[in-house]
Each structure stands twice: as C-alpha cells, then as structure tokens.
C-alpha cells in the first residue's frame, strides 16, 4: 500500500523494514537493507533521514541509533526497535567513544538486550578467545568503560596503540590480560601500559566463523 506522500523508493524500503521487523523481530542492517533492495548503503541512509523527516521513524543517541517505527498516533511501537551501533576501526587512546573518526562501517542489534548507551563494536583478530566463544572475525559489542573487575572480558588499549580483547586481572603490582585458548600465554602489564576502553556484553558472529562451524 502505497503511504501519502512518500516517492515509490521511500515507500518500497518503509515496507521492507516493516516486513523485515514483523518476520524477524530486528531491524536489517544497513548493508542487508542496501543488497536486498539493490540499491546503495548511501541511498538507504539518505531516506532514512527523509523517513525521520516526514515523522515516519525515530531516531535517538549520537552515533548510536535507537531507531523506532511510528504508530499512527505518532508513538513508537515497542516491537519495532532495534540500535545501531558503530563499528570501530581504531581506538585511540583519551578519546571518548563518540569522538572516534574511524568507523568501519555500524551494525544493528536488538535494543532489548542491549540496552546501554553509547555502545560500539570491534573487529576479533585471532583465536585467543575461542574457549570464551569469541573466534575470529567476530564483532565484540562493547559498553564504554575505564575500569574493570577481575575476570571480565574487556576490549584493552595496550602502550596506548593496540587494542585486543583479553579476560581482565588486576594484581598488586601489575595487569594480567588473559587469553581463552591455552595455546596463549597470559600477558603481564604494568599499570601504565594499558588501558580498559570497554567492556565486552555480547558478540555477533562474523560472516567466516558461521561459514567455518557450518562446515
């Protein structure tokens, strides 16, 4: 059904999102959204905003997205919700989440399970977490943070230049990174020569490691 005031190609994608969200209870990522409509992310993202303009959908936060779905009364609609969050390409060290420049691109997760603010992704290189579920070329969805406590799963910025996602140990003199494959060593640290930059909440499996427990 053609929605008043919307060109085709607007009303083609709010139709796709809603089938989308009605089969499978998430949002599409922009990238799916692109392919299966055989257009550009750009041309996606660009009626987005049109959409939001014309009270359409909702979105919330920075550059992490809560993106609502509007009722006819112009309400959300609770069960059309998803987040997006940025995909970070480098971290680097005294900046805040948000005022980071390199992005890799964002993907969407369902806001009921993550619901903290300011959230962002990161690339797995390697197998050192295997044993934690955690294989290579997956995304770790992280929430912001400087601290953390003893045996969490944190993503850590070493000599203010590599970034790696390590299980996390304070002792009385010094940081021990673990890893969760007994083919690693665990890494000791001074204090000064790393810093937590997030906590890691949950992982979306990357695209090869399906393809590799598929096989």
């Given at each position: ?31 799916q ?23 359409l959908i ?33 971290i ?7 005022a ?20 962002f ?34 993503v ?14 304070v ?26 930059q ?7 499996r990357?695209?090869?490691a ?6």
């Amino acid at each position: 059904m053609q929605t008043p005031s919307l060109t085709s190609k607007q009303n083609r994608l709010l139709n796709y999102l809603k089938e989308r969200i009605t089969e499978t209870g998430t949002f599409p990522s922009l990238r799916q959204t692109a392919n299966d409509l055989g257009i550009s992310h750009t041309a996606v993202a660009q009626m987005l905003k049109l959409l939001e303009k014309k009270e359409l959908i909702k979105r919330e936060g920075r550059y992490q997205r809560t993106v609502y779905l509007m009722n006819a009364d112009q309400q959300p609609s609770g069960i059309h919700r998803w987040k997006e969050v940025p995909v970070i390409g480098r971290i680097t060290a005294g900046l805040p989440m948000y005022a980071q420049q390199e992005y890799n691109g964002s993907i969407v997760v369902d806001s009921d399970v993550y619901k903290g603010s300011s959230l962002f992704a990161l690339s797995v290189k390697g197998d050192s977490m295997i044993n934690a579920g955690i294989l290579d070329g997956d995304l770790a969805i992280c929430e912001p943070r400087q601290y953390a406590n003893n045996g969490e799963i944190v993503v850590a910025l070493i000599h203010q230049e590599e970034a790696t996602v390590k299980r996390f140990f304070v002792r009385d003199d010094h940081i021990v990174l673990e890893p969760e494959n007994p083919a690693y060593e665990p890494m000791r640290y001074n204090f000064d020569e790393v810093l937590v930059q997030g906590k890691v909440i949950g992982i979306q499996r990357g695209t090869e490691a399906m393809q590799r427990l598929h096989k």
